[in-house]
């Protein structure tokens, strides 16, 4: 509540706050108090968030005889994007007849968070072109959540496979940081670099595995995806 001795004017909102769900009408009661000893003559204006909806009229002129009050409903629709574990505020401002601010009174409208996100592999597996040591496949990341999330993306190559950056060179971490916005998909392309097995001629095993890989069609190469929240 705010309180302008010199006028003598209050303004506050007569109901508590609570938490919300996006898109969830907020409704309270705006109490408007004369304390003067004459009727006094204001503007009030009630501003919302932007692609808020308010019911009724935002903008009003009053005028409130001495030791008087007013009551007036406010009613307003949140947006559906609307972020949880974020506070937004619907902002009440009375101004006399030459433009100042006699009064102002705050409603804080929290919304409730929801975590919901998931990762999945857009193709399980994939192929090196004929010719070529590098390949690439995409993760995808969804947050169908109402706040931002964090996660960390670990991968994990296998001891002839690498990670590898747009340059073609080798990723000194295998550990990202993957901001999520809420209400948004999101797609990761992975590049990778496969490492040629060598041989030492001068044993037994080199022409064993020799012939293990003439006679295979394809090698298999492997990366381990963890996802989690980060904190």
Request: proline share 3%; glycine share 4%; charged share 25%.
């Amino acid at each position: 509540m705010e309180l302008n001795k010199k006028q003598g004017i209050m303004m506050d909102f007569i109901q508590n706050s609570r938490e919300y769900q996006p898109g969830e009408l907020i409704s309270n009661v705006l109490k408007i108090v004369n304390n003067t000893n004459r009727t006094q003559d204001f503007f009030l204006t009630i501003n919302i968030p932007i692609e808020w909806k308010m019911i009724g009229k935002s903008e009003r002129f009053l005028s409130l005889e001495s030791n008087d009050s007013i009551f007036i409903p406010v009613r307003v629709y949140s947006n559906m994007e609307a972020k949880g574990n974020l506070n937004y505020v619907i902002n009440s401002l009375l101004q006399n007849k030459d433009g100042y601010v006699i009064a102002n009174a705050f409603l804080e409208v929290p919304f409730k968070r929801t975590s919901t996100w998931s990762a999945s592999i857009v193709r399980n597996k994939v192929y090196f072109n004929y010719g070529s040591d590098t390949a690439r496949f995409d993760i995808r990341l969804v947050n169908s959540g109402n706040s931002d999330e964090q996660v960390l993306l670990n991968l994990r190559a296998q001891r002839n496979i690498f990670i590898i950056d747009e340059k073609g060179n080798m990723v000194p971490s295998n550990r990202f940081s993957v901001a999520l916005p809420p209400k948004m998909d999101t797609t990761l392309t992975v590049k990778v670099r496969k490492i040629e097995k060598t041989f030492r001629p001068s044993t037994e095993e080199y022409y064993q595995e020799k012939d293990k890989l003439l006679q295979q069609q394809e090698n298999i190469y492997r990366v381990n995806i963890s996802v989690q929240d980060e904190g």
